[in-house]
């Protein structure tokens, strides 16, 4: 299947695995990337420059097609080096970085002077317009059912593909509730040229994840993810657990008077416990309510296949059908 978004990153599906602490280490790029998507490596969960250009170096190994690398732009009194990232990713001869958070207008010269394509990461239209304006390559438009951080606008991607298709003029992918072919027909129906995953991906034999996280995703349905950080205007979508429940019975509690501190316990570092050790109720984590469709542990090269599979058939047999009804 050609799109704009496989020719602009020179891949064989529209599919792109998004960014994810923890879970976007080399193995889980490649898998993807040898697939036909396009994998990517999470920049900050690697933790130094030093790190990620390791962890590139051993992606590098792994496959031979392109992947990317995600970096996400947070504020922050000491913010990462992101000098250093942007190095390892230009030495490392990357050639699509997955920008997110705070406008990565600062760090597109260097990104592009390099020959690399820069996909930006938005929940809104009026941020994938600046994306757009500032000179990124693409955007990945996140709706309000998606894992991880959803914007403030509550704007589902049935309302938002179309509305970023009325106004963008460059390609866009749909992420959040993204799992199947029907997913992929759905966006390319609505305007988008693609879509990302990122729970989906996670359960996947290759996801280099603990076990009991696979089978939490596999056992939840669509109404076991819970918003999180709304008072704080930080808000996350997060699997159900214990430490999700508290978290919420503190939000209750403190009403307008919640800091960040208040929550620290259920939020601050508590991923390599929940991805590496699998103590699932460590703290929150991001969850999409994607995990609704999620009913199985295939290979990344299974679903796929799969995913281009059903597509074809959706296009090919059910739409065409109605064509000629």
């Known amino acids: 299947m050609k799109t704009k978004i496989t020719e602009l990153f020179g891949i064989e599906h529209p599919i792109i695995q998004g960014g994810m602490h923890f879970v976007g280490f080399a193995e889980m790029a490649a898998a993807v990337s040898e697939a036909g998507g396009l994998g990517i490596i999470t920049g900050l969960t690697q933790g130094t420059p030093e790190k990620l250009a390791n962890e590139i170096r051993r ?15 947070l504020p922050s009194v000491t913010p990462p080096d992101y000098p250093g990232y942007i190095r390892a990713i230009v030495e490392g001869g990357i050639k699509v970085v997955e920008t997110a958070g705070n406008n990565p207008q600062k760090w597109l010269p260097a990104l592009k002077d390099a020959g690399i394509k820069v996909i930006h990461k938005c929940t809104s239209v009026r941020h994938s317009l600046k994306a757009e304006s500032i000179g990124c390559d693409a955007v990945s438009v996140d709706g309000f059912e998606c894992g991880g951080h959803p914007g403030e606008d509550d704007v589902p991607n049935f309302i ?13 992918v749909a992420s959040g509730g993204m799992a199947d072919g029907r997913s992929l027909v759905a966006a390319l129906s609505l305007g988008a040229e693609g879509m990302n995953m990122g729970t989906r991906f996670m359960a996947t034999k290759e996801a ?24 704080l205007r930080n808000t996350e979508r997060v699997l159900k657990n214990a430490a999700v429940d508290r978290l919420l019975e503190k939000e209750k509690a403190l009403g307008s ?69």
Request: net charge neutral; glycine share 8%.
């Open 208 to 231: 280099p994840i603990h076990d009991h996280v696979k089978q939490a995703l596999v056992a939840a349905s669509e109404l076991d993810t819970r918003l999180v950080m709304r008072p």
């Open 257 to 325: 008077n919640l800091k960040f501190e208040d929550i620290l316990p259920e939020v601050a570092g508590v991923y390599p416990k929940i991805m590496k050790e699998g103590a699932m109720d460590a703290g929150a984590w991001s969850c999409g309510m994607v995990a609704g469709l999620i009913h199985d542990v295939p290979t990344v090269k299974e679903l796929i296949d799969r995913i281009m599979s059903e597509a074809d058939g959706i296009i090919g047999r059910r739409l065409a059908g109605f064509a000629k009804a």
């Open 59 to 73: 992606c590098h190994e792994m496959t031979k097609k392109p992947f990317g690398v995600n970096l996400t732009f």
């Open 160 to 172: 938002l593909l179309p509305r970023a298709a009325e106004e963008l003029k460059i390609p866009f």
